[in-house]
């Protein structure tokens, strides 16, 4: 068994984000005593009213799970600490707000006696009231909670204005060390372990599911899908960025092992000297689709996300110049709105007609004498299908089709 664990981690549990899941595999890598014992658990909950020793007992773990506290604990927590390492998940706002009245509609019986006045009235109108007009009354209960956990007042009733609300929520999600989404635990958990030094897997079992008598029907979900989107602007603004975040830890942990299994070192490159990559050669990267025949050569279609990157054997140091050759675009908005990283910065970029498509350049300017491989992400506001855009019976999410990669080191340094 390990003879030291893994550093002090803070989960930052948001509602209905698969956080149960999550957290139980976060358990695994420490020791029972170090975390929230399921046994010590409400009394812990009690003490939560006198924040100060609530706070105290909380900095005495190793692990903080299974409370539902909003990003305020975590600049207490880390005053106490500042090596404390914070990660969240982030989920779908929509799809968060469905699994939310989902949950409140599968309360047992049992329990909603224990309830005081307002949960109780809560859970019996999620049961009874049609899912619309439940929406409509409950409304405060269902806008931007991610924004507002992030934000640090996931417990007011009220709503502050939105746009200071997403300002803070932004700031504070960058401060976070690590940032996952729901529909992708189990490559987070493999980035986290990665990262953290964790020494066992993610189960995929799914805790805390909502049996079928209980779930909002395809047609419930349809009607009130405009309601809740209109009532979660500011987590839909949020939930971009945490996908932006995680791809960045994805990459990352991809660069990662290619480090770690290639047998060639990151090729330095001399003063204006260059090199190309194809969709010929290996992928090592995540978001593409499979290999396809261009015109002259390979070429393959970033998607099914919106983020696809490439981790190249060249040595990310000086400046470059990044060039990609793109043979066709899904729809025009798609490249209109694209962003482009190196090293997970963004950096600005050129966009200029080609004889098979076009051709994005960009240049980044990196420290001189790195071994550290380069890495070039797109990052596009959707990935669309053929089939959405023009009718055309291929329903796989796509952004561009990307045949080459030029990179070149410019100047001396």
């Known amino acids: 068994m390990p003879t030291s664990g893994p550093a002090r981690l803070f989960f930052l549990h948001i509602l209905k984000t698969g956080g149960t899941s999550f957290y139980r595999f976060l358990e695994n890598n420490y020791a029972r005593?170090?975390?929230?014992?399921?046994?010590r658990f409400a009394e812990l909950h009690d003490l939560?009213?006198?924040?100060?020793?609530?706070?105290?007992?909380?900095?005495s773990l190793r692990l903080i799970t299974k409370l539902h506290l909003d990003y305020s604990y975590v600049t207490q927590l880390r005053e106490l600490d500042p090596s404390?390492?914070?990660?969240?998940?982030?989920?779908?706002?929509?799809?968060?707000?469905?699994?939310?009245i989902e949950h409140w509609r599968?309360?047992?019986e049992v329990h909603i006696a224990s309830l005081d006045d307002v949960r109780r009235a809560l859970v019996l109108d999620a049961r009874t009231m049609p899912?619309?007009?439940f929406v409509e009354k409950h409304q405060h209960r269902l806008s931007d909670h991610q924004t507002k956990m992030l934000g640090g007042v996931a417990d007011h009733t009220a709503n502050p204005p939105r746009d200071e609300l997403l300002a803070k929520a932004r700031e504070n999600l960058a401060a976070l060390d690590?940032?996952?989404?729901?529909?992708?635990?189990?490559?987070?958990?493999?980035?986290?372990?990665?990262?953290?030094?964790?020494?066992?897997?993610?189960?995929s079992q799914r805790l805390n599911v909502t049996r079928d008598d209980r779930r909002l029907s395809a047609a419930e979900k349809e009607q009130i899908r405009p309601q809740l989107a209109a009532l979660n602007q500011a987590d839909a603004a949020l939930y971009a960025e945490g996908e932006v975040r995680f791809w960045q830890l994805l990459a990352d942990w991809k660069q990662g092992a290619f480090r770690g299994i290639s047998v060639a070192p990151a090729i330095p490159l001399a003063a204006g000297a260059a090199c190309r990559f194809s969709m010929d050669d290996p992928l090592v990267g995540t978001g593409w689709h499979e290999r396809e025949g261009g015109p002259a050569q390979s070429c393959r279609w970033?998607?099914?996300?919106?983020?696809?990157?490439?981790?190249l054997p060249c040595a990310a140091a000086g400046d470059l110049e990044i060039s990609l050759s793109i043979l066709s675009v899904i729809s025009p908005e798609v490249l209109k709105g694209m962003q482009l990283l190196v090293n997970n910065v963004p950096v600005a970029h050129q966009i200029a007609p080609h004889p098979a498509g076009v051709r994005v350049t960009a240049t980044a300017e990196l420290p001189a004498g790195s071994d550290q491989p380069l890495c070039v992400s797109l990052c596009f506001p959707t990935a669309r299908s053929a089939f959405e855009v023009a009718g055309i019976d291929d329903h796989r999410q796509k952004t561009v089709a990307v045949e080459t990669i030029d990179v070149r080191r410019t100047g001396s340094r």
């Open 178 to 203: 690590y940032v996952g989404l729901t529909e992708r635990m189990t490559e987070m958990a493999a980035c986290l372990s990665a990262a953290m030094g964790f020494c066992n897997s993610f189960s």
């Open 302 to 311: 970033g998607g099914p996300e919106r983020l696809s990157s490439l981790v």
């Open 131 to 133: 899912a619309a007009d």
């Open 106 to 108: 599968r309360v047992p």
């Open 48 to 59: 939560k009213a006198d924040r100060e020793a609530f706070l105290a007992r909380l900095a």
């Open 84 to 100: 404390l390492r914070v990660v969240t998940l982030l989920r779908h706002p929509v799809q968060r707000c469905f699994s939310m």
């Open 33 to 39: 005593d170090e975390s929230i014992r399921d046994d």
